[in-house]
Protein backbone atom coordinates (compact mmCIF):
# COMPACT_ATOMS: atom_id res chain seq x y z
CA UNK A 1 0.00 0.00 0.00
CA UNK A 2 1.54 3.23 -1.03
CA UNK A 3 0.25 6.54 0.34
CA UNK A 4 1.55 9.67 0.27
CA UNK A 5 2.80 11.03 3.51
CA UNK A 6 2.77 14.72 5.25
CA UNK A 7 4.80 14.74 8.60
CA UNK A 8 4.18 18.24 9.46
CA UNK A 9 6.19 20.48 11.24
CA UNK A 10 5.97 19.32 15.26
CA UNK A 11 7.49 15.98 13.43
CA UNK A 12 10.78 17.27 13.17
CA UNK A 13 10.70 18.64 16.40
CA UNK A 14 8.15 17.94 19.55
CA UNK A 15 7.37 14.97 17.87
CA UNK A 16 9.77 13.51 16.82
CA UNK A 17 8.69 10.04 18.37
CA UNK A 18 5.93 9.79 16.18
CA UNK A 19 7.62 10.36 13.67
CA UNK A 20 10.37 7.77 14.20
CA UNK A 21 7.35 5.19 15.77
CA UNK A 22 5.49 5.57 12.36
CA UNK A 23 8.94 4.84 10.35
CA UNK A 24 8.85 1.37 12.45
CA UNK A 25 4.90 0.65 12.01
CA UNK A 26 5.16 1.51 8.39
CA UNK A 27 8.44 -0.98 7.35
CA UNK A 28 6.76 -3.56 9.89
CA UNK A 29 3.75 -3.15 8.23
CA UNK A 30 4.64 -3.06 4.41
CA UNK A 31 3.44 0.59 4.01
CA UNK A 32 5.33 2.61 1.54
CA UNK A 33 5.17 6.10 2.62
CA UNK A 34 6.04 8.41 0.40
CA UNK A 35 7.36 11.98 2.22
CA UNK A 36 6.21 14.98 0.19
CA UNK A 37 8.69 16.52 -1.18
CA UNK A 38 9.37 20.47 0.35
CA UNK A 39 6.33 19.68 1.83
CA UNK A 40 5.38 23.06 4.01
CA UNK A 41 3.41 24.05 7.11
CA UNK A 42 -0.21 23.72 6.75
CA UNK A 43 -0.74 27.08 9.03
CA UNK A 44 -1.88 24.97 12.13
CA UNK A 45 -3.95 27.10 14.14
CA UNK A 46 -2.84 30.49 13.51
CA UNK A 47 -3.79 30.78 9.52
CA UNK A 48 -7.49 30.26 10.62
CA UNK A 49 -6.99 32.95 12.59
CA UNK A 50 -5.65 35.56 10.53
CA UNK A 51 -6.80 34.82 7.14
CA UNK A 52 -9.54 31.97 5.77
CA UNK A 53 -7.67 32.16 1.92
CA UNK A 54 -4.05 31.86 3.30
CA UNK A 55 -5.97 28.86 5.88
CA UNK A 56 -7.13 26.96 2.82
CA UNK A 57 -3.67 27.92 0.91
CA UNK A 58 -1.06 26.33 2.76
CA UNK A 59 -2.69 23.28 2.94
CA UNK A 60 -3.66 23.01 -0.54
CA UNK A 61 -0.22 23.08 -1.65
CA UNK A 62 0.71 19.93 -0.37
CA UNK A 63 -2.65 18.03 -1.19
CA UNK A 64 -2.00 19.06 -4.76
CA UNK A 65 1.34 17.86 -4.92
CA UNK A 66 -0.08 14.68 -3.77
CA UNK A 67 -2.88 14.77 -6.31
CA UNK A 68 -0.72 15.51 -8.94
CA UNK A 69 0.98 11.81 -8.16
CA UNK A 70 -2.56 10.19 -7.84
CA UNK A 71 -1.97 9.69 -4.18
CA UNK A 72 -3.95 9.97 -0.84
CA UNK A 73 -2.44 12.01 1.98
CA UNK A 74 -1.10 9.98 5.47
CA UNK A 75 -0.74 13.11 7.75
CA UNK A 76 0.03 11.76 11.67
CA UNK A 77 -0.32 15.25 13.80
CA UNK A 78 -4.50 15.45 14.59
CA UNK A 79 -4.23 19.62 13.74
CA UNK A 80 -2.49 19.20 10.43
CA UNK A 81 -4.84 16.53 9.69
CA UNK A 82 -8.13 18.75 10.56
CA UNK A 83 -6.77 21.75 8.30
CA UNK A 84 -6.21 19.47 5.36
CA UNK A 85 -9.95 18.03 5.72
CA UNK A 86 -11.50 21.40 5.90
CA UNK A 87 -9.63 22.85 3.01
CA UNK A 88 -10.59 19.57 1.08
CA UNK A 89 -14.40 20.15 2.15
CA UNK A 90 -14.43 23.54 0.91
CA UNK A 91 -12.90 22.92 -2.28
CA UNK A 92 -15.33 19.59 -3.29
CA UNK A 93 -17.98 22.04 -1.85
CA UNK A 94 -17.30 25.30 -4.25
CA UNK A 95 -16.06 26.09 -7.38
CA UNK A 96 -15.47 29.85 -6.30
CA UNK A 97 -13.20 28.86 -3.87
CA UNK A 98 -11.55 25.87 -5.61
CA UNK A 99 -10.56 28.32 -8.53
CA UNK A 100 -9.60 30.98 -5.34
CA UNK A 101 -7.36 28.35 -3.87
CA UNK A 102 -5.51 27.11 -7.41
CA UNK A 103 -5.08 30.96 -7.90
CA UNK A 104 -3.18 30.95 -4.16
CA UNK A 105 -0.85 28.20 -4.61
CA UNK A 106 -0.17 28.59 -8.64
CA UNK A 107 -1.77 24.87 -9.16
CA UNK A 108 -4.22 22.95 -10.34
CA UNK A 109 -5.89 21.41 -6.97
CA UNK A 110 -9.54 19.49 -7.21
CA UNK A 111 -9.77 17.76 -3.95
CA UNK A 112 -9.50 14.24 -6.24
CA UNK A 113 -7.62 12.80 -3.36
CA UNK A 114 -8.52 12.28 -0.14
CA UNK A 115 -6.62 13.22 3.48
CA UNK A 116 -6.49 10.32 5.94
CA UNK A 117 -5.49 10.22 9.38
CA UNK A 118 -2.58 7.73 9.93
CA UNK A 119 -4.67 6.19 12.68
CA UNK A 120 -7.24 5.76 10.05
CA UNK A 121 -4.43 4.28 7.57
CA UNK A 122 -3.26 1.66 10.14
CA UNK A 123 -6.62 0.76 11.41
CA UNK A 124 -8.82 0.79 8.68
CA UNK A 125 -6.33 0.34 5.80
CA UNK A 126 -3.74 -1.46 6.53
CA UNK A 127 -6.31 -3.46 9.20
CA UNK A 128 -6.61 -4.72 12.92
CA UNK A 129 -5.71 -8.10 11.72
CA UNK A 130 -2.22 -7.79 9.80
CA UNK A 131 -1.57 -5.56 13.07
CA UNK A 132 -2.19 -8.17 15.27
CA UNK A 133 -0.36 -10.90 13.50
CA UNK A 134 2.98 -8.73 13.47
CA UNK A 135 2.45 -7.97 17.55
CA UNK A 136 5.64 -10.26 18.70
CA UNK A 137 5.71 -8.75 22.13
CA UNK A 138 1.63 -8.08 23.45
CA UNK A 139 1.29 -5.52 25.58
CA UNK A 140 -0.39 -7.86 27.91
CA UNK A 141 -2.64 -6.10 31.21
CA UNK A 142 -1.55 -2.51 30.11
CA UNK A 143 -4.05 -0.26 30.86
CA UNK A 144 -4.56 2.47 28.60
CA UNK A 145 -6.76 5.65 28.45
CA UNK A 146 -7.20 6.27 24.58
CA UNK A 147 -7.45 10.04 24.07
CA UNK A 148 -8.42 11.41 20.74
CA UNK A 149 -8.95 14.93 21.50
CA UNK A 150 -10.41 17.35 19.24
CA UNK A 151 -9.24 17.12 15.85
CA UNK A 152 -9.26 13.59 14.48
CA UNK A 153 -13.40 13.73 15.53
CA UNK A 154 -14.49 17.15 15.13
CA UNK A 155 -16.37 18.36 13.35
CA UNK A 156 -18.08 15.50 12.00
CA UNK A 157 -19.34 17.65 8.58
CA UNK A 158 -15.93 16.88 7.66
CA UNK A 159 -16.61 13.42 6.97
CA UNK A 160 -14.17 11.81 9.77
CA UNK A 161 -13.26 8.28 9.95
CA UNK A 162 -14.36 7.88 13.08
CA UNK A 163 -17.75 8.97 15.22
CA UNK A 164 -17.08 12.69 16.93
CA UNK A 165 -18.57 10.90 20.36
CA UNK A 166 -17.20 7.83 21.75
CA UNK A 167 -14.52 7.23 18.76
CA UNK A 168 -13.35 3.12 18.65
CA UNK A 169 -10.24 3.17 16.50
CA UNK A 170 -7.38 3.50 18.70
CA UNK A 171 -9.05 1.35 21.41
CA UNK A 172 -9.00 -1.12 18.66
CA UNK A 173 -5.52 -0.75 17.89
CA UNK A 174 -5.01 -1.25 21.90
CA UNK A 175 -7.03 -4.13 22.13
CA UNK A 176 -5.24 -5.84 19.07
CA UNK A 177 -1.91 -5.16 20.24
CA UNK A 178 -2.74 -6.93 23.25
CA UNK A 179 -3.51 -4.16 25.56
CA UNK A 180 -6.47 -3.24 27.71
CA UNK A 181 -8.28 0.23 26.77
CA UNK A 182 -9.81 1.51 29.71
CA UNK A 183 -14.16 2.75 29.38
CA UNK A 184 -13.81 6.50 30.30
CA UNK A 185 -15.49 9.76 29.45
CA UNK A 186 -12.69 12.28 28.30
CA UNK A 187 -11.76 10.42 24.91
CA UNK A 188 -12.49 13.75 23.04
CA UNK A 189 -12.26 16.36 25.34
CA UNK A 190 -9.94 19.53 24.53
CA UNK A 191 -6.18 19.61 26.39
CA UNK A 192 -6.18 23.18 26.02
CA UNK A 193 -3.80 23.44 22.98
CA UNK A 194 -2.64 26.50 22.93
CA UNK A 195 -3.93 28.17 25.65
CA UNK A 196 -1.58 26.21 27.95
CA UNK A 197 1.42 28.33 27.13
CA UNK A 198 -0.92 31.51 25.92
CA UNK A 199 -3.10 31.45 29.18
CA UNK A 200 -1.84 29.03 31.29
CA UNK A 201 -4.72 29.85 34.34
CA UNK A 202 -7.28 28.65 31.87
CA UNK A 203 -5.75 26.27 29.56
CA UNK A 204 -3.91 24.14 32.56
CA UNK A 205 -6.89 23.03 34.10
CA UNK A 206 -8.08 21.12 30.99
CA UNK A 207 -5.44 19.15 31.16
CA UNK A 208 -5.43 18.28 34.85
CA UNK A 209 -8.72 17.45 34.12
CA UNK A 210 -7.84 14.38 31.27
CA UNK A 211 -5.26 13.05 33.58
CA UNK A 212 -7.44 13.36 36.45
CA UNK A 213 -10.14 11.48 34.83
CA UNK A 214 -7.43 9.03 32.84
CA UNK A 215 -6.22 7.82 36.79
CA UNK A 216 -9.35 7.50 38.28
CA UNK A 217 -11.03 5.28 35.43
CA UNK A 218 -7.38 2.91 36.23
CA UNK A 219 -5.71 3.76 33.51
CA UNK A 220 -1.49 3.60 33.60
CA UNK A 221 -0.88 5.79 30.47
CA UNK A 222 -2.60 8.12 28.06
CA UNK A 223 -2.06 7.25 24.42
CA UNK A 224 -2.54 9.84 21.72
CA UNK A 225 -1.95 11.00 18.10
CA UNK A 226 -1.90 14.67 18.56
CA UNK A 227 1.65 15.84 19.13
CA UNK A 228 -0.08 19.51 20.71
CA UNK A 229 -1.98 16.88 23.15
CA UNK A 230 1.06 15.32 23.96
CA UNK A 231 3.22 18.10 24.57
CA UNK A 232 0.22 19.55 26.69
CA UNK A 233 -0.20 16.09 28.50
CA UNK A 234 3.54 14.97 28.86
CA UNK A 235 6.03 18.38 28.95
CA UNK A 236 3.52 20.25 31.52
CA UNK A 237 2.39 17.46 33.28
CA UNK A 238 5.29 18.88 35.60
CA UNK A 239 3.51 22.02 35.70
CA UNK A 240 0.03 21.02 36.57
CA UNK A 241 1.24 19.28 39.34
CA UNK A 242 2.84 22.02 40.53
CA UNK A 243 0.79 24.82 40.06
CA UNK A 244 -2.85 22.59 40.59
CA UNK A 245 -1.01 20.86 43.51
CA UNK A 246 -1.59 17.17 41.87
CA UNK A 247 1.04 14.18 41.95
CA UNK A 248 0.17 12.85 38.39
CA UNK A 249 3.24 10.14 37.10
CA UNK A 250 1.44 9.25 33.84
CA UNK A 251 3.59 8.35 31.03
CA UNK A 252 1.61 10.00 27.25
CA UNK A 253 2.67 7.93 24.35
CA UNK A 254 1.82 7.87 20.62
CA UNK A 255 -0.13 5.19 19.36
CA UNK A 256 1.95 4.14 16.98
CA UNK A 257 5.21 4.02 20.01
CA UNK A 258 2.78 1.40 21.48
CA UNK A 259 2.45 -0.42 18.40
CA UNK A 260 5.89 0.03 17.68
CA UNK A 261 6.72 -1.41 20.96
CA UNK A 262 4.38 -4.41 20.40
CA UNK A 263 6.13 -5.38 16.99
CA UNK A 264 9.50 -5.62 18.82
CA UNK A 265 11.10 -1.82 18.75
CA UNK A 266 13.83 -1.30 21.33
CA UNK A 267 12.23 1.85 23.14
CA UNK A 268 15.68 3.76 22.03
CA UNK A 269 15.16 3.81 18.22
CA UNK A 270 11.15 5.14 18.78
CA UNK A 271 12.64 8.35 20.52
CA UNK A 272 10.62 6.34 24.30
CA UNK A 273 13.59 8.69 26.01
CA UNK A 274 12.83 11.65 24.39
CA UNK A 275 9.61 11.57 26.92
CA UNK A 276 9.30 13.96 29.88
CA UNK A 277 7.10 11.75 32.13
CA UNK A 278 9.70 8.84 31.86
CA UNK A 279 7.90 5.81 30.52
CA UNK A 280 10.50 3.56 31.05
CA UNK A 281 9.29 2.07 34.54
CA UNK A 282 5.69 1.56 32.65
CA UNK A 283 7.65 -0.11 29.83
CA UNK A 284 9.81 -2.72 31.81
CA UNK A 285 6.50 -3.23 33.55
CA UNK A 286 5.34 -4.60 30.06
CA UNK A 287 8.07 -6.86 29.48
CA UNK A 288 7.39 -8.44 33.13
CA UNK A 289 3.77 -8.63 32.69
CA UNK A 290 4.74 -10.74 29.45
CA UNK A 291 7.22 -13.31 30.48
CA UNK A 292 5.22 -13.63 33.87
CA UNK B 1 -28.81 46.93 33.38
CA UNK B 2 -27.80 48.29 30.36
CA UNK B 3 -30.15 49.67 27.73
CA UNK B 4 -29.60 48.64 24.32
CA UNK B 5 -30.83 50.83 21.27
CA UNK B 6 -32.18 47.68 19.27
CA UNK B 7 -33.14 50.07 16.42
CA UNK B 8 -29.82 51.18 16.44
CA UNK B 9 -28.15 48.17 15.55
CA UNK B 10 -29.92 47.02 13.22
CA UNK B 11 -28.09 47.67 10.10
CA UNK B 12 -25.02 46.01 12.00
CA UNK B 13 -26.91 42.78 12.68
CA UNK B 14 -28.15 43.28 9.11
CA UNK B 15 -24.37 43.77 8.15
CA UNK B 16 -23.10 40.82 10.21
CA UNK B 17 -26.11 38.18 9.69
CA UNK B 18 -24.97 38.38 5.53
CA UNK B 19 -21.20 38.53 6.40
CA UNK B 20 -21.64 35.20 7.89
CA UNK B 21 -24.59 34.36 5.69
CA UNK B 22 -21.68 34.35 3.07
CA UNK B 23 -19.45 31.95 4.93
CA UNK B 24 -22.12 29.40 5.60
CA UNK B 25 -23.35 30.72 8.89
CA UNK B 26 -27.57 31.38 9.39
CA UNK B 27 -27.28 33.12 12.51
CA UNK B 28 -30.60 33.51 12.55
CA UNK B 29 -31.53 30.06 13.26
CA UNK B 30 -29.52 29.87 16.66
CA UNK B 31 -32.70 29.17 18.75
CA UNK B 32 -30.76 29.98 22.11
CA UNK B 33 -30.48 26.36 23.85
CA UNK B 34 -26.78 27.01 24.76
CA UNK B 35 -25.63 23.77 23.96
CA UNK B 36 -22.55 25.11 22.72
CA UNK B 37 -21.79 26.62 26.29
CA UNK B 38 -22.59 23.57 27.70
CA UNK B 39 -19.76 21.91 25.91
CA UNK B 40 -17.38 24.53 25.70
CA UNK B 41 -14.26 23.83 27.70
CA UNK B 42 -13.16 27.38 27.80
CA UNK B 43 -16.69 28.82 27.87
CA UNK B 44 -15.82 29.73 32.51
CA UNK B 45 -13.20 31.46 31.46
CA UNK B 46 -14.94 33.89 28.62
CA UNK B 47 -16.09 37.15 29.18
CA UNK B 48 -19.28 36.50 26.80
CA UNK B 49 -20.32 32.83 26.53
CA UNK B 50 -20.42 31.08 22.95
CA UNK B 51 -24.09 31.23 23.16
CA UNK B 52 -24.06 35.18 24.09
CA UNK B 53 -21.66 35.57 21.27
CA UNK B 54 -23.80 34.56 18.85
CA UNK B 55 -26.99 36.65 20.67
CA UNK B 56 -24.49 39.87 20.46
CA UNK B 57 -23.97 39.01 16.36
CA UNK B 58 -28.06 38.66 16.08
CA UNK B 59 -28.80 41.82 17.72
CA UNK B 60 -26.14 44.07 15.98
CA UNK B 61 -23.87 44.64 18.96
CA UNK B 62 -21.11 43.13 17.23
CA UNK B 63 -18.62 45.55 18.14
CA UNK B 64 -18.85 43.94 21.84
CA UNK B 65 -18.17 40.48 20.27
CA UNK B 66 -15.13 42.03 18.50
CA UNK B 67 -13.59 43.84 21.79
CA UNK B 68 -14.61 40.64 24.14
CA UNK B 69 -11.85 38.14 25.32
CA UNK B 70 -14.17 35.01 24.00
CA UNK B 71 -12.76 34.94 20.50
CA UNK B 72 -9.28 35.47 22.40
CA UNK B 73 -9.60 32.18 24.84
CA UNK B 74 -11.58 29.87 22.37
CA UNK B 75 -9.52 26.71 21.50
CA UNK B 76 -11.17 26.08 18.60
CA UNK B 77 -11.50 22.42 19.27
CA UNK B 78 -14.88 22.40 17.73
CA UNK B 79 -16.85 21.29 20.41
CA UNK B 80 -19.87 24.00 19.70
CA UNK B 81 -19.97 23.25 15.80
CA UNK B 82 -20.75 19.53 16.60
CA UNK B 83 -22.84 19.82 18.79
CA UNK B 84 -25.49 22.47 17.92
CA UNK B 85 -28.70 21.11 16.77
CA UNK B 86 -29.27 24.10 14.02
CA UNK B 87 -25.83 23.44 12.40
CA UNK B 88 -24.41 26.97 13.50
CA UNK B 89 -20.55 26.78 13.08
CA UNK B 90 -19.78 28.57 16.31
CA UNK B 91 -16.60 27.88 15.94
CA UNK B 92 -15.47 29.56 12.25
CA UNK B 93 -17.82 32.69 13.44
CA UNK B 94 -14.99 32.49 16.17
CA UNK B 95 -12.77 33.07 13.52
CA UNK B 96 -14.48 35.34 11.80
CA UNK B 97 -14.47 37.53 14.56
CA UNK B 98 -11.34 37.24 15.39
CA UNK B 99 -9.97 38.10 12.00
CA UNK B 100 -11.92 40.86 12.10
CA UNK B 101 -11.09 41.85 15.45
CA UNK B 102 -7.21 41.75 14.79
CA UNK B 103 -7.68 43.88 11.50
CA UNK B 104 -9.67 46.55 13.37
CA UNK B 105 -6.87 46.44 15.88
CA UNK B 106 -9.36 45.27 18.79
CA UNK B 107 -7.88 42.46 20.42
CA UNK B 108 -8.68 42.51 23.81
CA UNK B 109 -6.09 39.59 24.10
CA UNK B 110 -3.30 40.97 22.41
CA UNK B 111 -1.04 37.94 22.99
CA UNK B 112 -2.69 35.72 20.79
CA UNK B 113 -2.84 37.70 17.47
CA UNK B 114 0.92 38.12 18.68
CA UNK B 115 1.39 34.75 18.35
CA UNK B 116 -0.37 34.22 15.35
CA UNK B 117 1.42 36.51 13.07
CA UNK B 118 4.76 35.56 14.56
CA UNK B 119 4.08 31.78 13.95
CA UNK B 120 3.09 32.83 10.04
CA UNK B 121 6.04 34.70 9.72
CA UNK B 122 7.92 31.90 10.54
CA UNK B 123 5.62 30.00 7.87
CA UNK B 124 6.57 32.81 5.20
CA UNK B 125 10.16 32.84 5.96
CA UNK B 126 11.05 29.33 6.19
CA UNK B 127 8.13 27.36 5.17
CA UNK B 128 7.59 25.35 8.02
CA UNK B 129 8.05 26.56 11.70
CA UNK B 130 11.08 27.60 13.07
CA UNK B 131 10.26 27.09 16.90
CA UNK B 132 13.23 28.51 18.26
CA UNK B 133 12.91 31.34 16.81
CA UNK B 134 8.95 31.64 16.83
CA UNK B 135 9.60 31.56 20.65
CA UNK B 136 12.20 33.92 21.20
CA UNK B 137 10.12 36.69 18.78
CA UNK B 138 7.01 35.72 20.87
CA UNK B 139 8.67 36.37 23.93
CA UNK B 140 10.22 39.69 22.78
CA UNK B 141 7.01 41.11 21.15
CA UNK B 142 4.91 40.24 24.04
CA UNK B 143 7.77 41.79 26.66
CA UNK B 144 7.85 38.43 28.85
CA UNK B 145 11.62 37.80 27.62
CA UNK B 146 11.55 34.71 30.00
CA UNK B 147 8.52 33.32 29.64
CA UNK B 148 8.31 29.60 29.24
CA UNK B 149 12.20 30.03 29.43
CA UNK B 150 12.70 26.68 31.10
CA UNK B 151 10.83 24.87 28.42
CA UNK B 152 13.91 25.63 26.19
CA UNK B 153 16.84 24.35 27.29
CA UNK B 154 14.06 21.19 28.50
CA UNK B 155 13.43 20.54 24.79
CA UNK B 156 16.25 20.71 23.10
CA UNK B 157 18.29 18.35 25.93
CA UNK B 158 15.97 15.86 24.54
CA UNK B 159 16.46 17.02 21.05
CA UNK B 160 12.98 18.39 20.70
CA UNK B 161 14.31 21.99 19.39
CA UNK B 162 16.57 23.13 17.06
CA UNK B 163 18.98 26.35 16.70
CA UNK B 164 19.16 26.17 13.13
CA UNK B 165 16.01 27.07 10.85
CA UNK B 166 14.29 24.03 9.04
CA UNK B 167 15.62 23.78 5.27
CA UNK B 168 12.56 23.54 2.96
CA UNK B 169 12.82 22.87 -0.99
CA UNK B 170 9.74 24.60 -1.87
CA UNK B 171 11.14 26.95 -4.40
CA UNK B 172 10.14 29.95 -2.95
CA UNK B 173 5.96 28.68 -3.59
CA UNK B 174 5.47 29.51 0.74
CA UNK B 175 6.36 33.24 0.02
CA UNK B 176 4.32 33.53 -3.26
CA UNK B 177 0.98 31.94 -1.59
CA UNK B 178 1.95 34.93 1.10
CA UNK B 179 2.60 37.49 -1.57
CA UNK B 180 -0.85 36.45 -3.86
CA UNK B 181 -2.53 35.83 -0.42
CA UNK B 182 -1.67 39.38 0.55
CA UNK B 183 -2.46 40.98 -3.18
CA UNK B 184 -6.18 39.59 -2.92
CA UNK B 185 -6.92 41.01 0.18
CA UNK B 186 -5.70 43.88 -0.38
CA UNK B 187 -6.92 44.73 -3.36
Redesign the interface.
Known amino acids: MKIAYYPG ?1 SL ?3 G ?1 EFRLSTAYCASKLNLDLWEL ?5 C ?12 SL ?2 PA ?1 NLALAEKEGLDMAVPCAACY ?1 RFKTVEAEVRQDEKVQQ ?1 VA ?4 MDYKATNNTRSLLEVFAGGVGLEQIESSVTKPLTGLKVACYYG ?2 LV ?4 LGHFDR ?1 EDPQSMDNIISSLGGTPVDWPHKT ?2 C ?4 I ?3 P ?3 LP ?1 SYEILRVAEICGAECLVTACPMCLMNLD ?1 HQETINKKLKANFNLPVFYFTELMALAMGASPKEIGL ?4 VNPMPLVEKIGRRETA | METVDLSATLSTAKEWKEKLQAAGIDLSSCYQCGKCTAGCPMASAMDYSPRQTVRLLQLGMADTALRSRTIWLCASCETCATRCPRDVDVAKMMDILRIEADRAGVAAVPSVPIFHKTFLESVENHGRVYEMELMMKFNMRTRKLFNNADLGPKMMQKGKLHFLAPKVDDGGAVRKIFARVRERRDG
Open positions: CDTTIPGWNCGASSAHSKDHLLALRSQHAIDCYRPPKAECGAGMTLSNDGLLNRHF
